[in-house]
């Protein structure tokens, strides 16, 4: 249709402006102090996506013949007259340059637009399946065409089509309800009609999770090839939300589909690097910095990448091609060749940075699509694709509440009461016109299912219920069909290591509970060396233990707990500087959970205790091992010594005194085999920063003392051990190393 429009009119000298340059040339049009109302950015990575608004807004007037003047009646709010004004003024700006330019906007096309006569006037008879609603501008141009050769108008009327009969109606055509109409629109009558089946028939099945529904479909598919003999390419799989194709093919191992849609080009890997490279240049920081890394660009490649000034089209890209990102897949590379061509023909002489151009360059990126060409039979579409065509079998998944029918997005400029007023498609509207699309393609299916998901609370769209589809059939689903696939990967058995020497090495007490606690871990960690994952978030214990290490730098104690909170707060506002609603809350919070703690701070140092370290480093051998520690703090009276280690969480594990057998942390003992020719009366401590903040002494040392030794001897006769996983499935939890375990939720 939209072909047929272009070739009926003529623009004169005028050529339609590209949805790129568009964005430009609206964004120029808006330099002007008024539109500051608006609180529009004009930087143009901002302004690209507020623009998409203006344009909808504009499109939708022009195509539905109303003008600013009419909305400039309604009775919306204070400031609506003030921005109407202010939006008149952009049109006419923005249509200045685009003549200035020999250029036209689609929002301009029904205003300039003339008939061409000689395309009409060549055909003795047009024929026009009409499904969904006519602009005015559309219906008046075929109404101009019917004056020039005969035009018939094909037309069903479903329970939802109302506004195309109100509009049909407005010209003198009444439609019969629920029939397929034919009408000779220069004559504004109706010379055919018949009744249409306005039943739907369907059976409807609820799945528990969403991913269910792609096997429940594969089911039914068979189900109507093998028992209904319906031909596979006369089945159609119809997908409401279209970004759930990812998920049908990664399924589709056996090629069945053919998705009419395509394939999205930014879903490939060189399209998300480039959006990892505008993220970075946009907010550099660790994060996007980490973003980059995964995909294998550091920091010295974007440095080949110059990005002082401005530059033109042509350079930037052969700036970007330095980073070689190429492509490897034929018909990807000849789309992105096309889509490079048109780009540099768009703006030969634009002057933007490498930041904008690279913008730009990814919407143009974004509009490419990669055709299916796997050759499969039964047809993935999107419900727009199914206007003007039927299905023997129809399979629609996605069937809830806030996807079926698609909620539009918000309108920026009108309400739905300003709409009804300027006799505006409403909302309402245009959820009827997806009711229709349904409605027609179900009650033309003689085999057609509908499927829908209760995860997460998900309701049944009420549209089932005004299709006369209330019953939902309970189905088992083959859940088979997504899991029990073979799997690709190679089993491996538990890794050797044929010499292992413990005295060799220098323990740690972390090192030590690895150990005892899955030699797995350890062989990864201290055997293979791999190193966890880097932690982007803020790591409460090691902030606190940085904190309390400032706390005691310049003084070894306090006398009063005003004191100690205003150096303890000035010192986490220093230390902790970034502004982000989540960390002050996470400040506000610590404030509040360490005043037991400050209260028993003061309450030890007026018992005459003093700081004497902080973050201390001590080495020494333990039954013929080397060990090391760091601890965290050391206080002295008159007469003792106070080993203290800070905990911010459980003491369980550390302070354990029953089950000593299955204990894997003994740092307490380690600590106090590296202390005690150094320390008289020693004694070893945990302080608990929050809950009351209180001391805690080291419990079981004599008991625990017994079977540090046994792990030692034991050690010192290991001469090689094999890698076994742990059986203790708990410690599997928050270990870096699940993934490779094949261990963990994620399964």
């Keep these: 249709m939209d072909q047929f429009e272009s070739q009926a009119v003529s623009l004169g000298d005028r050529a339609l402006i590209d949805p790129l340059q568009r964005v430009l040339l609206l964004r120029e049009a808006a330099d002007f102090s008024d539109f500051s109302v608006f609180k529009v950015d004009r930087a143009l990575v901002k302004f690209f996506a507020r623009s998409e608004g203006l344009f909808r807004f504009f499109e939708e007037l022009a195509r539905e013949e109303v003008g600013l003047d009419r909305l400039s009646e309604a009775d919306a709010y204070a400031e609506f007259g003030e921005h109407l004004a202010v939006l008149s003024h952009l049109r006419k700006r923005y249509g200045d340059l685009l003549e200035a330019r020999g250029l036209c906007d689609t929002m301009f096309v029904p205003q300039i637009a003339r008939l061409n006569t000689g395309f009409v006037s060549q055909f003795k008879r047009i024929e026009i399946f009409v499904e969904g609603l006519l602009s005015r501008y559309e219906l008046g141009l075929l109404e101009e065409i019917a004056a020039h050769t005969d035009l018939i108008l094909h037309t069903t009327s479903t329970p939802f089509s109302t506004k195309m009969s109100e509009r049909l109606a407005q010209q003198g055509v009444l439609l019969p309800p629920l029939a397929a109409s034919q009408i000779d629109l220069g004559q504004h009558v109706v010379i055919e009609s018949h009744p249409t089946n306005a039943m739907v028939t369907a059976r409807v099945v609820a799945t528990s999770e969403r991913y269910e529904q792609i096997s429940a479909a594969f089911v039914q598919i068979h189900r109507m090839v093998e028992e209904e003999g319906i031909a596979p390419e006369r089945i159609a799989l119809i997908l409401p939300d279209e970004s759930f194709k990812e998920a049908f093919r990664l399924y589709d191992t056996l090629n069945n589909f053919n998705f009419a849609m395509g394939f999205d080009y930014t879903s490939g890997r060189t399209y998300k690097m480039l959006t990892a490279i505008a993220a970075h240049w946009r907010m550099p920081d660790a994060m996007t910095a980490e973003r980059l890394e995964r995909y294998g660009l550091g920091e010295e490649q974007l440095q080949t990448v110059a990005r002082a000034g401005k530059v033109t089209s042509g350079v930037f890209l052969s700036q970007i091609d330095r980073l070689e990102l190429r492509e490897s897949d034929p018909l990807r590379i000849a789309r992105v060749t096309e889509a490079r061509e048109e780009f540099i023909r768009l703006f030969p002489d634009e002057q933007l940075t490498m930041a904008e151009w690279l913008h730009l360059w990814l919407q143009r990126l974004s509009s490419i699509r990669i055709d299916d060409l796997r050759g499969g039979m039964v047809t993935v579409m999107g419900v727009l694709e199914t206007r003007g065509v039927s299905f023997d079998g129809v399979v629609i998944v996605d069937f809830n509440e806030g996807i079926v029918p698609a909620t539009t997005s918000k309108d920026q400029f009108l309400n739905s009461q300003v709409r009804a007023f300027a006799d505006l498609p409403t909302r309402s509207d245009r959820e009827a016109l997806q009711k229709h699309y349904y409605h027609r393609l179900l009650s033309q299916a003689t085999d057609a299912v509908i499927l829908y998901t209760t995860s997460d609370n998900r309701l049944p769209s009420k549209f089932l219920y005004e299709l006369g589809l209330e019953s939902m059939e309970p189905e088992p689903v083959q859940r088979s069909l997504l899991y029990d696939q073979p799997s690709r990967l190679v089993a491996e058995s538990d890794p050797v290591v044929e010499s292992f020497d413990a005295t060799s090495q220098t323990w740690s007490a972390s090192r030590l509970s690895t150990w005892l606690g899955c030699r797995r871990k350890y062989y990864y960690r201290y055997i293979r060396g791999i190193k966890p994952k880097p932690d982007t978030e803020l790591n409460e214990g090691a902030f606190l233990h940085t904190l309390l290490d400032h706390l005691y730098r310049t003084a070894d104690h306090y006398d009063t707990p005003e004191a100690l909170r205003e150096q303890l707060h000035r010192l986490m506002d220093e230390l902790l500087a970034e502004d982000t609603p989540r960390i002050a809350y996470q400040k506000i919070l610590w404030k509040r959970k360490l005043e037991p703690f400050i209260a028993q701070q003061i309450a030890h140092f007026r018992s005459g205790w003093r700081v004497v370290e902080r973050e201390k480093e001590f080495a020494g051998s333990i039954g013929g091992l ?42 307490m003992n380690i600590y106090r085999h590296l202390l005690e020719s150094k320390y008289a009366n020693l004694d070893l401590a945990f302080w608990n920063l929050f809950d009351k903040g209180e001391r805690v002494p080291a419990n079981a040392l004599e008991e625990k003392e017994e079977h540090l030794g046994e792990h030692i001897h034991a050690l010192r006769h290991t001469r090689s051990f094999v890698a076994e996983k742990t059986d203790k499935l708990s410690r599997c939890t928050y270990c870096e190393f699940a993934l490779l375990c094949g261990r963990g939720e994620y399964l």
């Design 626 to 667: 080397r060990f090391k520690g760091r601890i965290d703090r050391i206080d002295q009276d008159t007469t003792h010594t106070l080993m203290i280690d800070y905990k911010s969480g459980s003491l369980s594990e550390a302070n354990r005194s029953r089950n000593l057998e299955e204990a894997t942390d003994f740092q």
